[in-house]
C-alpha cells in the first residue's frame, strides 16, 4: 500500500474556507480526476459533503465519528487505520480535510501538491511540512501554480495499520 496525500495548498497553507476551495482552478480538478481515477480515496465526512457525492470511477471510504452515518456508493470507516484497513492492500489517496491530513501525514508516502501562488483567507489549512522529512522529486509549473510531487525522507516506524511501511 502506498499512501498520498493529494490537495491544493495556498502559499499559506490554506486549503479552504466556509467549506469550499478558496479558489477556482479548473486545471487543478482536472488533474485531481486524472490523478484518482480508478483508486481509492479517503477523506473526511464534510470533504464528503462539500463534493456532495461519490466520485464516479473511485472507491471512496469517508471517516467521520458520527454513528449511523452513511451516504450513497460510499464506505465509512471511524478512524483513519479502520479507513487504511477497508483499503487493504490498494494504494490510497488521501484528500482531505485537515485534521484527516494531519492524521495521515506521519504515514504518507508522497504528498502531490497543488502549490498555488497566493494566498486566500482561510479557515481550513493543510498542515506545515519540514524539507528534514520531504523531498521534492518533481515540480510541473503553470501560471500562478504548479504541480509538486514529495517523496518521505524519513520513515515511521509503524503505519496505522500495524503493518511494517
Partial sequence: MTITVLAAVGANLAIGRDGKMPWHLPEDL????ATTMGHVMVMGRETYESIGR?????????I????????????????LPEALALAGPADVFVVGGSDVYRQ?????DQMLLTEIEQSPEGDAFFPPFTAEDWRETAREG???????????????PRAPTGHQS
Avoid at 482536472?30 to 480526476?33: G, L, M, R
Avoid at 467521520?64 to 478512524?79: D, I, L
Avoid at 504548479?146 to 520513515?155: G, H, S, W
Fill in 30 to 33: 482536472a488533474h485531481f480526476k
Fill in 54 to 62: 461519490a466520485l464516479p470511477g473511485r472507491r471512496t471510504i469517508v
Fill in 64 to 79: 467521520t465519528h458520527q454513528q449511523g452515518w452513511h451516504a450513497p456508493s460510499v464506505e465509512v470507516a471511524h478512524s
Fill in 104 to 108: 495521515a501525514m506521519p504515514f504518507a
Fill in 142 to 156: 503553470h501560471d500562478g501554480y504548479a504541480f509538486v510531487t514529495y517523496e518521505r525522507i524519513l520513515r515511521s
